[in-house]
């Protein structure tokens, strides 16, 4: 199914789960209390910056209004110069979402999908705050792809749509960060919400990481880690349907293999567990990296 550039594909509603029971006034609250606590305590963006930057001093030349004089260069030099400036370049930020279904089975009751929504809301509105442009690319089946924007209606309109999903969508994170990193033509900051499942996604990654800026956000549930106290049990893989035999004291995934491999990769990471409190430790890992501070 082919979309523009700025739509989010609109799917049957039958086809679409709710993610939480949040209404949506509820939801919107969480994520702007999540963006004024990943604000806090941040100076400008390295890729925000506001208002217009000082270049150099020229002298007048008729016609140029007289609120740009610098006067103190006026007075140094006896001879009357003007303010030159210049708007600051804002690096667009993308933020990447795993729609697929491995995101969405959860032994507790916030799901990996559940929580990864309202932190792409929060980061979405934290860099409206900085005045940098947004945007989101889907990494799941469904066609998602809404172009960085200041728009704070549009950014609402696409956090609303990632509140419901659709059942049974394979990943395709290696093949969308490809196709971005091939669009891109400046540098971006990248902020990837996945729980890293699939093999190819990595490799994909440390390639964009070569000229921008990419923040690997994992999420994980606690059954990753094997289901205490349960014996043999039959189970089906979440997006292909694949039945199998296991035992739950068995891991099927290892997260922090996959957080080793971006770290040697040059790649920002942090593996946020949905059984714990995420917002402090998010803040502080962003804090710490100067992803909404100043430069590094």
Partial sequence: ??????????????????VDPLDTRRYFIAVRRLADTLSHG?????????????????????GDP??????????????VHIKEYEAPKRMPAWILFDTSASMTYASIERSKYMVAAQIAGGIAFACLDRVSPVGLLGTGQREIRVSPSLSKDEVMQWLVKLRRFRVGERTTLARRVTELNARLQH?????VLSDFHESGAVDALKLMAQVHDVVALQLKDPAEEGIPGAGFLRA????????????????HTDP???????RRGG??????PTDEPFAQNLRMFLKDRAVLAGGR
Avoid at 267 to 272: M, Y
């Fill in 42 to 62: 941040t100076d400008r963006s390295r890729f925000l910056g506001s208002g217009l930057e000082y270049v150099q001093s020229r002298p007048y030349v008729p």
């Fill in 66 to 79: 007289v609120k740009s004089i610098d006067w103190r260069v006026t007075a140094r030099t006896g001879e």
């Fill in 187 to 191: 540098r971006a900051l990248v902020f």
């Fill in 256 to 262: 922090e293999a996959a957080g080793r491999a971006l």
């Fill in 236 to 251: 089906a893989e979440a997006e292909t349907g694949r039945v199998f035999v296991t035992h739950g004291r068995r891991a």
């Fill in 1 to 18: 199914m082919s979309v523009a550039r700025n739509e989010v594909e609109q799917l049957p509603e039958g086809l679409l789960q709710p």
């Fill in 267 to 272: 790649i920002d990471h942090l593996l946020i």
